[in-house]
């Protein structure tokens, strides 16, 4: 996808703008605005007919098209709406371009939008045109434009080339997360992971089967091993800022299709557990844009990578093993996978340097019970962190709800016979997962996204389009993008 900015001064001369499609943002209202004065002139009066009639009323992510029959330089007007100007932000800007994404006709759009905006078009247009039909035997013709032209006043180039470059890690996401398990295995993944990872210039290692466990990654080891097709753990390094020690470490889950194991999922919602890599594909797909705009800092990336099948040599509920960094965990839920696969990547990547750590996964359901679908959950052990990593998310748009962290709830991974365990039953069950992942991040600075809420769509909106989100991409970029800073 090509963008760039055509630097316009005034609004005036927006009607010899050459393009299949103008789109044009504005706030609600009842009449044209002086910048419309010269287009509304251009169309023979169009514009205030339209307000007149109150087809055309700026009300938040309307769009009302224009054909300009040769009245001006492009093919076609959209007009879409962002709204009371009061509200307006970043995120109000991103919701309207994603939905007018999906009406623009054309391989060539051309956006007029305040400088201070242009991201948000960019992030809007690109996620909100997403499409995943790759698996027809006749392939749907693709209708996406080519290209996205940003007018504007302003010299935003560089803010527009990083929004692309985050808007297609969020389409990477999208695209992994809603790929079918068999097409996308723990070895596939960690295959697509070197290709992908190389060609951003990151440096990516993988281990397999039986590096996991001459490591001693035996809670990854054990969700993995019921499967014909063996676990791997990926690393993705990336050197930015090669004076400094700190490093950014991004844990994600990629459980490429879960089973529940022996305490075995129902058949209702089955089908969905493709999408339990969410996590990994979101930290491959913010890892590759951290290269990719070569931003000033140290970051190391883990996917862990596991099927959790049901078999003869699958571990079983209460099953105890040594985690790598060598705390022993009673394994008495084996659809309680999650957290033990992220233990050990946690684990590795402290081991790897990481001196701030982020995990992102499709923990728990009962994260949709605490907050429904309209924010992700935090959790952390260091206040500040979380907050960090809280500030960087709403600068996304992506809502993450910080959960208690109260000492009390340490009982909640106490075992009898073991040094954790790795289900509290429905006690507090979305921060015992957050309390259970912190342990294996001893004393460093940690917070674990628990997204299974928000990691799927049911219904296209703003820019948000059903089936897979890659919530959490752009969120755990902004976190890179700010300690870079």
């Known amino acids: 996808m090509n963008v ?36 509304d002139q251009a169309l023979g009066g169009e514009l205030t007919a339209l307000f007149a009639e109150e087809e055309a009323t700026g009300k938040a992510n309307s769009v009302v098209h224009v054909r300009s029959n040769g009245r001006i330089a492009a093919k076609h007007l959209y007009l879409v709406g962002l709204g009371k100007k009061d509200d307006l932000n970043a995120e109000v800007v991103r919701k309207a371009a994603g939905t007018a994404s999906r009406s623009v006709l054309g391989d060539h759009v051309a956006a007029a939008t305040p400088a ?12 909100g ?17 080519t290209t996205l032209a940003i007018v504007t006043p302003g010299d935003v180039q560089a803010e527009v080339e990083a929004a692309r470059i985050d808007a297609e890690a969020v389409n990477l996401a999208r695209d992994l997360t809603n790929m079918p398990a068999n097409l996308l295995d723990p070895v596939i993944f960690a295959d697509k992971s070197v290709e992908l990872g190389t060609a951003a210039g990151l440096e990516v290692e993988v281990l397999d089967e039986v590096k996991l466990q001459e490591l001693g990654m035996n809670l990854l ?14 690393v993705l390094r990336y050197s930015g800022a090669p004076e400094s020690q700190e490093v950014l470490g991004l844990v994600g889950k990629g459980v490429t299709f879960d089973t529940g194991g022996y305490i075995l999922k129902p058949e209702n919602g089955m ?34 990578l596991a099927e959790n099948m049901v078999s003869g040599s699958a571990f079983k509920p209460g099953d105890v093993a040594v985690a790598f960094n ?27 340097g990481a001196t701030k750590i982020v995990d992102t996964a499709t923990l728990t359901g009962a994260v949709t019970v605490v907050l429904g679908n309209e924010a992700a959950s935090l959790y952390g052990n260091d206040d500040a962190w979380v907050e960090e990593v809280k500030q960087a998310g709403a600068e996304a748009g992506e809502r993450l709800f910080p959960l208690p962290n109260y000492p009390e709830y340490q009982k909640l991974i106490e075992s009898s016979i073991a040094d954790y365990i790795n289900y509290s039953y429905r006690n507090a069950a979305s921060i015992a997962g957050g309390v259970f992942l912190a342990a294996f991040a001893d004393g460093v600075p940690f917070v674990h996204i628990d997204m299974a809420n928000v990691s799927k769509a049911k219904k296209t909106n703003g820019y948000i389009v059903e089936e897979a989100t890659g919530f959490s991409t752009r969120s755990l970029i902004k976190v890179a993008e700010r300690l870079a800073k």
């Open 4 to 39: 760039f900015v055509h630097k316009e001064d005034q609004y005036s001369k927006l009607s010899t703008v050459s393009a299949d499609s103008l789109v044009l943002f504005y706030h609600e209202r009842k009449e044209i605005s002086e910048g419309m004065t010269a287009l």
């Open 116 to 127: 201070e905006y242009a991201a948000a078009v960019t992030e809007g247009f690109l996620m």
């Open 129 to 145: 045109r997403y499409a995943y039909h790759n698996h027809k035997s006749e392939p749907e013709a693709d209708k996406r434009f």
């Open 221 to 234: 080891w054990s969700v993995g091993k019921g499967s014909e097709i063996p676990p791997r753990l990926v």
């Open 271 to 304: 089908g969905d557990m493709k999408t339990d890599m969410g996590g990994a594909a979101c930290v491959l797909g913010a890892m590759r844009a951290i290269a990719q705009r070569g931003l000033k800092l140290n970051a190391i990336g883990i996917l862990v």
């Open 326 to 352: 060598g705390k022993t965990v009673e394994m008495i839920d084996t659809d309680c996978e999650g957290r033990l696969v992220l233990a050990d990547g946690i684990a590795y990547v402290k081991h790897l």
